[in-house]
């Protein structure tokens, strides 16, 4: 709820400009809580009619922001994910002209999966990357390409991302829910409003010369797909379908969605909650999802 964003969170300093690489699902989120803020935020997206399209960037078509563009730039988040050669689509079409933009803070969307797999454990920013699967490796090789650079960056790393029209609310109305039961398989996530909301009190905290280069944004309660299915299915008034144990799931899977399965562990938020300060604005998928229920209605 942008409404909570602005409640928490400041401003950008008033002569900030921010521009938002892929302004997607949470890139557009990311940039409508910093308008909401009162900031200076433009979006890129690949085709000039999509909504937030303030600029036209696509990496593959060769179509990049002009030096002007790009020349007043002091706040750069890139929400796009590794093309299909594992190469930054941000970095490979600007590279170096990144650093000569005045940049005062940068962000990049990265993902959990380069913790790899963790036997079910807590893991925070101090255990080494050990990405299994090849995206995760793709992307661990994008973190190290943007760290890199000379530029006040930090690596925000994500586990699942839901919120309204993307949520287990969603792929049930849509019939779309496989009910995988494999007990002890846990899944972090975190809602878009969070995503924003720590975004903004991050690039506060860096004014005041606090920037750890990599940060967790999830919540607070890492579980298993099922019990958040039946809690979505409740609030929704549905019935689910009956649960179907992983042996036989796992053999009818893609080999995307199984090695989804292939690692477990739970992303710790310590360092964002307790070091730096920052109050969820849904702490569990039950808030987030009340919230996605509210939001569609
Ligand atoms: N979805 C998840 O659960 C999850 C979890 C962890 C991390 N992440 C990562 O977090 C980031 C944001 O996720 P999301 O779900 O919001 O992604 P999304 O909705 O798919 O948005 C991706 C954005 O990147 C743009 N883009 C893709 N390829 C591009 C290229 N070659 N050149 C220029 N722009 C390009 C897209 O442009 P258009 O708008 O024109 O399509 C879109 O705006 C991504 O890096 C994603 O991999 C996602």
Known sequence: MLKEIVKRSSSLPSNAKMLIFGCGFTGRHIAAAGKALGANVLCTRRQ?????ADIVFDSEMQIHPSNQ?????????????????????????LGKQIESMPLQWAGYLSTTGVYGDCAGNWVT?????????????????CENAWRSLDIPL??????????????ALDSIKKGQIKMVD????????????????????????????ERPSIINIADNLPTTNIEVLEFAASLLGNEL????????????????????WQENRKVSNQMLCQSMGYSLIHPNYQSGLRDCLMQAS
Not at 69 to 93: F, R, Y
Not at 245 to 257: C, L, V
Request: proline residues 12%.
């Open 125 to 141: 920013e101090a255990n080494p990357p050990n990405p299994g699967q090849a995206r995760s490796k793709r992307r661990l090789a």
């Open 48 to 52: 000039s009619h999509k909504e937030y």
């Open 154 to 167: 930090q690596i925000l790393r994500l586990p699942g991302i839901y919120g309204p029209g993307r949520s």
């Open 69 to 93: 563009d790009l020349s007043t730039v002091s706040h750069l988040l890139s929400c796009i994910p590794p093309d299909k050669n594992g190469e930054d689509p941000l970095l490979k079409a």
């Open 182 to 209: 494999k007990p002890g398989q846990m899944f972090s996530r975190v809602h878009i409003d969070d995503i924003a909301g720590a975004i903004f009190h991050l690039i506060k905290l860096s004014e005041q010369g």
């Open 241 to 260: 379908p009956p649960l179907e144990p992983f042996e036989i799931a796992a053999s009818k899977m893609s080999p995307m969605a199984l090695s989804f």
